[in-house]
């Protein structure tokens, strides 16, 4: 079995210390979605959520999470990200809105709970800001979609 690497001898949780990895470009790409009724993506679409532009918020509250993951998961380490996106795709017949987020770095460490973190902040405030006309809206399949760069080189689900 694969030892965890956030342990220690002793099975103390640790920050991994990364000082001795190479420096490289790491991206991370997450996904998940949001279904809904089709009727409230037809408000998201026609801007017409009492609380606001529902896409605009969630983008920005997407970024936000990315940029404060460390202080949300003890052991990540605090990274300066070079660059966020935040994409969504909208299928009013399917009553989804699914959102992408891209996180890139040039570090030590990788960026896949940023991203992972950005896509499940912004399905939440879809959730908030909607919540008034459809309670009944369900989060699912977050998750990480490709990463690269590291130790580990590429990964794609």
Same mark, same amino acid.
């Given at each position: 079995m694969t030892k965890l690497n956030h342990l220690d001898n002793s099975g103390n949780a640790i920050m991994i210390d990364v000082r001795?990895? $190479? !420096?490289s470009h790491r991206v991370a790409i997450a996904t998940g979605r949001i279904l809904m009724k089709p $009727? !409230?993506?037809?408000?998201i679409k026609d801007s017409a959520?009492?609380?606001g532009?529902?896409?605009?918020s969630a983008r920005i509250a997407g970024i936000?999470?990315?940029?404060?993951t460390p202080e949300l998961i003890p052991l990540c380490h605090p990274l300066n990200i070079t660059k966020i996106e935040i994409d969504f795709e909208l299928e009013e017949i399917e009553g989804t809105l699914t959102v992408i987020g891209r996180v890139e770095t040039e570090g030590k460490t990788g960026?896949?709970?940023e991203a992972i973190n950005a896509v499940q902040v912004s399905l939440l405030t879809v959730y908030d800001m909607c919540k008034g006309v459809d309670r009944?809206?369900?989060i699912e399949n977050v998750g990480l979609l490709k990463k690269s760069g590291g130790n580990s080189g590429d990964w794609q689900r």
């Open positions: 001795n990895k $190479e !420096t $009727e !409230t993506c037809r408000l959520i009492k609380k532009d529902v896409i605009a936000m999470a990315s940029k404060k960026v896949e709970i009944g809206m369900t």
